[in-house]
């Protein structure tokens, strides 16, 4: 008996482990006059799949772009992993994308602003598209948003101007405000980093919370929220008041402050909490 448990432990330990797989993406863009690539993320046996999955749009940084969360973040890994413990759901993970690293001279960002109606792109062009196209998504229930930095501000913000469209969102080191110049864009060269940080200004999460009215606070009530930041993150201020206003504002929402800094290690920790986040609320068959 003893031989044969072995034996069967080593077979298993060469079967190739269960994996899925990332492809890359563009869709001709009419609001943006662009082409726009992007990343899915396909869990194990989609292909023999017919059915559909729920979807999370995982966002990128400022500098960054769709390549970003593949290769700095090893995301498929941690995707494998929780999928395969059964920590997360089998889901389709989306990483579109809004810039590079050439943030002086290539406009990014997720939100509307002069030249670039990013916003716009997202809901009108690329959220049906690939919801269509990789048989995923479709209604808030099976829909969750998350990111980091500037996606996490996006995700945030995408939550509470679209609150029926996301059951979750999962923001990890959120810009979530300009008003004390924390990114410092140009003022004097007016370039596009300049740009972003201003739409930033003008979509603040947290002005939005403090003024938001009881109708638009009880459907923000309806997204589950998770905000993520190092103790030793520049940006943190920002998600301690929002987290307070929210907590005033009566709406639900988590905040977790580890040891860390605004950087690819704490964010790779991050998406570890954030799928099983994202699977437990989506809505279930």
Request: charged content about 25%.
């Amino acid at each position: 008996m003893k031989k044969t448990i072995l034996l069967l432990a080593a077979v298993l330990a060469f079967l190739p482990a269960r994996a899925g797989k990332i492809v890359t993406d563009s869709l001709s863009s009419r609001v943006l006059g662009a082409t726009l690539k992007y990343n899915v993320y396909l869990p194990d046996g989609y292909g023999e799949s017919r059915g559909r999955y729920p979807v999370v749009y995982l966002l990128h940084g400022l500098s960054d772009d769709y390549s970003a969360w593949k290769d700095k973040g090893n995301m498929r890994l941690v995707a494998d992993e929780l999928m395969r413990s059964g920590e997360a759901c089998p889901m389709v993970i989306v990483m579109p994308g809004a810039g590079n690293s050439d943030i002086h001279n290539v406009q990014s960002g997720y939100f509307n602003m002069p030249g670039w109606s990013y916003e716009d792109f997202f809901f009108r062009e690329l959220l049906p598209s690939v919801e269509k196209k990789y048989r995923c998504g479709g209604n808030k229930g099976r829909r969750a948003v998350m990111g980091l930095s500037m996606g996490g501000g996006g995700s945030v913000v995408y939550c509470q101007r679209h609150p029926d469209m996301f059951s979750s969102c999962y923001a990890m080191s959120p810009w979530l405000d300009e008003k004390n110049a924390e990114v410092r864009g140009d003022n004097d060269r007016k370039d596009k980093l300049y740009i972003v940080c201003n739409a930033v200004r003008e979509h603040s999460a947290i002005d939005f919370i403090a003024g938001a009215d009881e109708s638009v606070l009880k459907k923000l009530r309806t997204v589950a929220w998770f905000i993520d930041c190092g103790d030793d993150d520049f940006l943190l201020h920002l998600s301690m008041d929002f987290y307070l206003k929210m907590r005033d504002a009566g709406v639900p929402a988590q905040l977790r402050v580890r040891d860390g800094v605004h950087n690819w290690e704490y964010w790779h920790l991050a998406l570890r909490m954030a799928l099983p986040f994202a699977s437990r609320n989506f809505e279930k068959k």
